[in-house]
């Protein structure tokens, strides 16, 4: 099971060696040049600050709102921000329309030859944002490595956590089928048979030691040895350092993105 991570702690990135040197620089801000071709005149750049917010999972950006922007997703009015749950992906170098347009025409200006694949990086946005990409181009290789680290990595704990929500929502599952006279709770023996059908294979003993600590609201449950599925969750979670857990979470995971 992978280690919970809080995304709006910035202190989550500091195991990142590569990134976390230049955090503060994207915090702070720095100019990019955004590539945009939407007439004849050809693709033009526009020179704007862009800044990672850590708390707010965005790229916020300025001087102004660009009028062609046109997604549903990460346009929000009176703000100029993209927000990082809805990118699907970040790409370096030459990888969009737009990116190649420019390496294959060599009539283009002084400023737009000077465009290179060690500077340059893509957004690609989900499909139901119906965001076209955002083509940038960074003043040097260092601040373009720096940002496509940085987003690689936010993206990927987004999608982490997507996972283990839907594990959870798996979990209460399994807990409501276990549970047969629909008490809302499970007794420590009808937890352990789940956790026997989950194909987590501890000791009596061991099991009930996570159990009895999960167990937080006895009062409240009418059974001395009972949890909710709210605490099944936890005494779960509990297990996360098991490596019998452990796999079971990974083959879920596997499961669900070929199934």
């Known amino acids: 099971?992978?280690?919970?991570?809080?995304?709006?702690?910035?202190?989550?990135?500091?195991?990142?060696?590569?990134?976390?040197?230049?955090?503060?620089?994207?915090?702070?801000?720095?100019?990019?040049?955004?590539?945009?071709?939407?007439?004849?005149?050809?693709?033009?750049?526009?020179?704007r600050k862009?800044?990672?917010?850590?708390?707010?999972?965005?790229?916020?950006?300025?001087?102004?709102?660009?009028?062609?922007?046109?997604?549903?997703?990460?346009?929000v009015a009176g703000e100029d921000k993209y927000e990082l749950k809805d990118i699907n992906e970040v790409r370096d170098g030459f990888k969009t329309d737009i990116f190649q347009k420019i390496s294959n025409?060599?009539?283009?200006?002084?400023?737009?030859?000077?465009?290179?694949q060690d500077v340059a990086f893509s957004l690609i946005f989900?499909?139901?944002?119906?965001?076209?990409?955002?083509?940038?181009?960074?003043?040097?290789?260092?601040?373009?490595?720096?940002?496509?680290?940085?987003?690689?990595?936010?993206?990927?704990?987004?999608?982490?956590?997507?996972?283990q929500k839907e594990f959870e929502m798996y979990l209460k599952k399994k807990f409501r089928a276990a549970d047969t006279n629909s008490s809302g709770n499970l007794?420590?023996?009808?937890?352990?048979?789940?956790?026997?059908?989950?194909?987590?294979?501890?000791?009596?003993?061991?099991?009930h030691g996570y159990f009895n600590e999960a167990n937080t609201t006895k009062s409240k449950h009418g059974v001395k040895e009972s949890l909710d599925e709210d605490e099944f969750v936890t005494f779960y979670y509990s297990l996360m350092q098991r490596p019998e857990v452990d796999k079971l979470f990974v083959s879920y995971k596997d499961l669900r993105m070929t199934g």
């Open 1 to 47: 099971m992978e280690k919970k991570i809080s995304i709006r702690d910035p202190e989550g990135l500091k195991h990142c060696e590569h990134i976390k040197d230049k955090m503060a620089a994207l915090k702070e801000g720095t100019h990019l040049l955004k590539v945009r071709d939407k007439d004849l005149r050809g693709p033009r750049l526009y020179r």
């Open 50 to 75: 862009y800044r990672l917010d850590v708390t707010d999972m965005a790229i916020h950006w300025s001087p102004h709102k660009d009028p062609s922007s046109s997604g549903f997703c990460s346009s």
């Open 105 to 116: 025409n060599s009539r283009l200006g002084t400023k737009m030859r000077e465009i290179t």
């Open 126 to 163: 989900d499909e139901e944002c119906n965001q076209p990409p955002v083509d940038l181009v960074a003043p040097n290789q260092e601040t373009r490595d720096a940002w496509v680290a940085a987003i690689s990595h936010f993206i990927t704990i987004l999608k982490s956590l997507s996972s």
């Open 187 to 207: 007794s420590f023996n009808e937890t352990r048979d789940l956790c026997k059908l989950l194909n987590v294979k501890l000791s009596k003993e061991v099991l």
